[in-house]
């Protein structure tokens, strides 16, 4: 929320003409950009349900299907709940079109951004086989 208000106060109130376009673009540009680097900070807690996830497929609990489907589905109303947090702050103070239908068309694009670089930040970490994005090295363990 602290970032939202930063990024509102860096484009307050912009007014609808020809001169504020370049600063719209770059307040929208920016409000995705930041939504995507966000999304890094899930890292961590991925790779910490993928291991609980690796022990209990071992024990013949569940599959890759079942942890993948159901982190999506508890993920997807947290990542709406950040946009629309996000969205009610930024989106008055940059003074964007100021109608409830330009507001849900910003917080969808917003949130499949989000949507998307978690996406990706998902497939990165499973694509690391050997966990070298969190795991110390050999001469670090005592």
């Known amino acids: 929320m602290g970032l939202a208000i930063l990024m509102g106060t860096c484009w307050l109130r912009l007014k609808n003409d020809q001169s504020d376009i370049q600063p719209f673009i770059n307040a929208i540009f920016f409000g995705g950009a930041f939504m995507s680097f966000m999304a890094v900070a899930y890292i961590p807690a991925f790779l910490e349900d993928r291991a609980l996830f690796v022990k209990e497929r071992a024990n013949g609990l569940y599959n890759a299907g079942s942890f993948m489907t159901a982190n999506f589905l508890v993920g997807v109303p947290m990542l709406f709940f950040i946009c629309i947090l996000f969205s009610i702050i930024a989106y008055w103070l940059i003074g964007l079109d100021g109608t ?27 694509s690391d086989k050997e966990r070298r994005i969190i795991a110390p090295s050999a001469n670090q363990q005592s």
């Open 100 to 126: 409830v239908s330009g507001f849900f068309w910003w917080v969808l694009w917003l949130y499949l951004d989000l949507l998307a670089a978690e996406s990706l930040v998902v497939l990165v970490s499973l």
